[in-house]
């Protein structure tokens, strides 16, 4: 089934520099979503993108799609300590469309 | 209400106990869909409701665990006979269902099996 795996594991940046994760999936997809998580508990949608985007942006959120690699990127621009967070990307499932799928996320540490 | 509720926060249980955990969906959301995160893990999926139906339950990891959703309201998993290796958070979100609705998290449920 379809998933969504992030890279990298994880990544430590300094309060003010941009920090960049990757997603990889694996079938065709309609959209991808990213989500948020402080401290293990419930997750935040950040943004969707459709699969005839190429770039959106959301404030200092920037997401790319590349159809052709089966890929995204996510980037926050500016980051600040509390966006200190796990961050994953959601492809839906390829046989329940409306389901989600995550992978282990990309944990994101902004120190000051 | 305003967001996904879940409860109870926390739970503690000893080792062969049962527990319930529940579940309230946001009014009017007809999906729902239960997901297991275990420390330093992703999310791993367990079932999907629609309405009160459950047309996937494939990520449920054995029969000690149902789950079972009362109309398009509230929802409970239980896990029969716990295991230790049933720690975990247990998640829980519900949306409008199609293909491009967003999912809204509870904040969760942390099993803790002793």
């Known amino acids: 089934s379809q998933q969504g795996e992030e890279d990298p594991q994880a990544l430590s940046i300094q309060e003010g520099e941009n920090a960049t994760m990757n997603c990889s999936y694996k079938?065709?997809?309609?959209?991808l979503q990213w989500y948020r998580q402080n401290s293990g508990r419930g997750l935040v949608h950040l943004i969707l993108?459709?699969?005839?985007?190429r770039e959106k942006h959301s404030g200092r959120l920037r997401v790319t799609l590349d159809t052709s690699k089966k890929s995204s990127s996510l980037l926050i621009t500016a980051s600040r300590a509390a966006d200190t967070a796990s961050y994953f990307c959601?492809?839906?499932?390829?046989?329940?469309?409306?389901?989600?799928?995550f992978g282990t996320g990309t944990r994101l540490q902004v120190t000051l | 209400g305003a967001g996904v509720s879940q409860s109870p926060s926390n739970k503690v249980t000893e080792k062969g106990k049962d527990v319930e955990l529940r579940c309230d969906p946001i009014?009017?959301?007809?999906?729902l869909y239960w997901y297991r995160q275990r420390l330093g893990q992703g999310l791993e999926f367990l079932i999907y409701?629609?309405?009160?139906?459950?047309?996937?339950k494939s990520g449920l990891p054995s029969d000690r665990f149902s789950a079972e959703r009362t109309g398009e309201s509230v929802s409970t998993l239980t896990i029969q006979r716990t295991q230790q290796e049933d720690s975990a958070v247990y998640l829980c979100?519900?949306?409008?269902?199609?293909?491009?609705?967003?999912?809204?998290f509870g904040p969760g449920t942390r099993l803790t099996v002793t």
């Open positions: 959601a492809p839906p499932d390829t046989g329940t469309a409306s389901k989600l799928t």
């Open positions: 009014s009017g959301h007809t999906a």
């Open positions: 979100a519900s949306s409008l269902d199609h293909i491009e609705a967003v999912k809204y």
């Open positions: 079938t065709s997809i309609n959209n």
């Open positions: 993108i459709r699969s005839n985007e």
């Open positions: 409701f629609q309405g009160n139906s459950a047309p996937d």
